[in-house]
């Protein structure tokens, strides 16, 4: 079956640490994954996408994600969090016709 | 370009009710998806309308109904509404390509439900 999983319900980390949430995937053909982040109570915003090609994928926000197919895993980094990244962050992969989401990640920044 | 739009924003009901959400494609599309996002959860799937005929359906009851109209804009209708049913439901939009695997969709601010 498809699905997602990811893992942490929350992270906390300090203002300018390094941030990388995690996401892992069951999908039985070429996957195509996606990042988003919703504020509270805000829609969902694309952070980034793979579709196919180099592994390394950049976003907006300075965030970036590395698609690891041995691993089935599809992990979020930013090299320094800012305070206004905190929010929730969904990993989806893409089905026949429908997106799988995970559960979330809600991410605390502490000043 | 104009995006995905729903409405409305926001929408208060009682239990037993009903209720319709609309959404307006992105320029140029012509399927929509509607999905649910309960409070701590991610999006839930409910169902896919092309060519104003349900594609494709989650795993949710037949009180949950949806139509298509031919300028591709769509309504989600929820009948007999319950508590559990308050939720953020979110429209997204995309353009069936004959033979392409995946079709990218894009997504609108959602309609907060609220059900007393």
């Known amino acids: 079956a498809q699905s997602v999983t990811q893992p942490d319900i929350h992270i906390t980390v300090s203002e300018g640490a390094s941030l990388e949430l995690r996401c892992n995937y069951s999908y039985g053909a070429t996957p195509y994954l996606f990042w988003y982040v919703q504020s509270p109570g805000q829609g969902l915003q694309l952070l980034l996408k793979y579709f196919s090609g180099d592994t390394l994928v950049q976003g907006i926000k300075g965030f970036e994600a590395e698609f690891k197919r041995s691993q089935s895993s599809f992990n979020l980094r930013k090299p320094s969090v800012h305070w206004s990244d905190a929010a929730e962050y969904f990993c989806?992969?893409?089905?026949?016709?429908?997106?799988?989401f995970g559960t979330g990640t809600r991410l605390k920044v502490l000043a | 370009d104009a995006g995905v739009t729903q409405s409305p924003t926001h929408l208060i009901k009682t239990r037993g009710q009903q209720v319709t959400l609309r959404c307006s494609p992105k320029?140029?599309?012509?399927?929509v998806s509607w999905y649910q996002q309960a409070l701590g959860q991610g999006p839930q799937f409910i169902f896919q309308?092309?060519?104003?005929?349900?594609?494709q359906r989650g795993n949710f009851p037949d009180r949950f109904s949806g139509h298509q109209f031919p300028n591709y804009s769509s309504e989600l209708n929820v009948n007999a509404l319950l508590l559990g049913d308050s939720a953020l439901y979110l429209c997204a939009s995309s353009l069936d390509l004959a033979g392409v695997s995946y079709n990218e969709q894009f997504f609108g601010p959602g309609t907060r439900l609220t059900v007393l």
């Open positions: 320029s140029g599309h012509d399927t």
């Open positions: 989806a992969v893409s089905g026949t016709y429908k997106y799988i």
């Open positions: 309308y092309y060519e104003e005929e349900e594609r």
